[in-house]
């Protein structure tokens, strides 16, 4: 969520999850709503002067929306929209000053019953960026956007919009009060909106903290300031904003984004590229078999999200079955997929599992999977290491992700280890060994890699003449 100066950020939703197990702070449904897998720490700022900020895509629960009529409904009746409404009625055709800037903020403080000139200065920023005061030559006047029940749902829910982001642009110039909070605003927001069913107050402020020292890299003494402040700091940064129209008390009493929250912050996830879809969009990947979901998340036309709704329709010794034999039976890049929807099944899928032992194509991928979860497996040679490794690596080439992200893979740092198992990729029976050496020989940073790599491919090449001569 760009809005609050931080692009992208949410806190580690893995981490925030042991949290909320520790504290006991949300029912199971709430707690497997956190998405795992999400890469650690808080990321991403533009103009952030924290080390190592970017930007990454994040997929996010599904979350059911509230009709259009009863958001817009809903939006007359946020406080802060009431307030801008009254202000803009107060001010009506008035002269402001050099900055756009009423004359006397003091009197329309007072005159209104508002809390201050800070909430005086956010209204003034709403009623003027929305069009309901419109500001030319110096005076100020009604603008088109003023009587706002006039207006149709879908024009309502695009002013809405409008509010929401000159609210979040304010985090830039204290909005909450909070510097902390202001900071890691747009962390918390999309963290709620993982977990819609309410954090306890507690779990927020571990949430803020934690994100706040991998993220700023906080010394000590700063981090206990901070924990001893931050409890009042976020009662009042939650107070306004449930002014804000943002969040609301769930039934057990924890802070939650209102229905109008969640629509914004999707809004704003999708605008900064992440994967936030509703329910009835991933509805329709539940009935899909294995390999059409493989397809269609290989083809880009299912977001990641709807792996969930996938698994969750069906047994894990079931998908695990389906997924299995689309994996035996497929391409390097079909069984890329399909391992990384693999990789969330537990114990209880071990059956599936222990039968592709007899499968050639996933025996070495099933053994893995078994022994990572400290189940009885067949140990793997170097050799089936070096296998997996190509075939890890021919899945890039298949889905067309290479070479971008052959920096990105773990187990192909530069080094010696990496020359000796390329010279080994040579001798591997693997349909795709050829084009994964041409990969490594033309894309690979080492010097040393990519020459071994190309070595290597001129051997298999002449061990395949061989074969076929």
Not at 251 to 275: C, K
Request: charged letters at 25%; one cysteine or more.
């Amino acid at each position: 969520m760009a809005k609050s100066g931080n692009t992208g950020n949410v806190f580690d939703l893995g981490a925030l999850r042991r949290l909320v197990d520790e504290l006991g702070a949300a029912p199971r449904e709430a707690r497997a709503a956190v998405l795992d897998g999400v890469p650690g720490g808080a990321a991403g700022a533009d103009g952030c002067d924290c080390p190592g900020c970017d930007s990454e895509a994040l997929s996010f629960p599904p979350v059911d929306l509230a009709s259009d009529a009863e958001l817009a409904r809903a939006v007359l009746e946020v406080p802060l929209v009431r307030d801008a409404r009254r202000l803009a009625e107060w001010t009506g055709t008035r002269r402001v000053t050099p900055e756009c800037l009423l004359p006397d903020p003091l009197r329309a403080v007072a005159e209104l019953g508002l809390a201050g000139p800070d909430r005086l200065h956010l209204l003034w920023v709403v009623a003027v960026n929305t069009g309901m005061l419109r500001i030319s030559r110096g005076v100020a006047e009604p603008g088109p956007l003023a009587p706002a029940a006039e207006l149709p749902p879908q024009a309502l829910l695009g002013f809405w919009d409008g509010v929401v982001m000159d609210v979040l642009d304010r985090a830039d110039e204290s909005l909450t009060g909070s510097a902390v909070v202001d900071e890691h605003l747009a962390e918390m927001l999309a963290t709620m909106y993982a977990v819609n069913d309410g954090l306890s107050h507690a779990t927020l402020v571990k949430g803020i903290l934690q994100s706040h020292e991998v993220a700023c890299e906080a010394r000590p003494a700063q981090m206990r300031e901070l924990a001893a402040a931050l409890p009042g700091e976020l009662e009042d940064a939650l107070a306004l904003l449930g002014y804000c129209g943002l969040v609301e008390p769930s039934a057990a009493g924890w802070p939650r984004l209102t229905p109008l929250g969640v629509w914004a912050v999707r809004q704003d996830l999708m605008r900064e590229g992440h994967d936030a879809p509703t329910g009835a969009e991933v509805a329709v990947f539940a009935d899909l078999g294995a390999a059409e979901l493989v397809e269609a998340l290989a083809g880009g036309s299912a977001a990641p999200s709807a792996v969930t709704v996938w698994l969750e329709s069906r047994t894990a010794e079931a998908a695990a079955r389906e997924l299995i034999k689309v994996a035996a039976s497929g391409t390097a890049g079909q069984r890329g997929v399909a391992g990384t929807i693999l990789e969330e099944l537990g114990p209880e899928a071990e059956v599936p599992f222990r039968e592709a032992l007899a499968e050639p194509a996933m025996w070495r991928y099933a053994a893995s999977w078994l022994h990572v979860r400290d189940l009885p497996a067949p140990a793997l040679t170097s050799a089936d290491n070096t296998w997996l490794a190509v075939d890890t690596l021919a899945s890039l080439i298949h889905l067309g992700t290479a070479p971008e992200e052959l920096g990105e893979f773990d187990e192909l740092e530069p080094g010696e280890d990496l020359v000796r198992m390329v010279e080994e990729m040579a001798v591997i029976e693997h349909p795709d060994r050829i084009a994964v050496l041409d990969m490594l020989g033309a894309h690979h940073a080492d010097a040393a890699v990519a020459k071994a790599a190309r070595k290597a491919a001129m051997k298999a090449r002449s061990r395949q003449a061989r074969k076929l001569g």
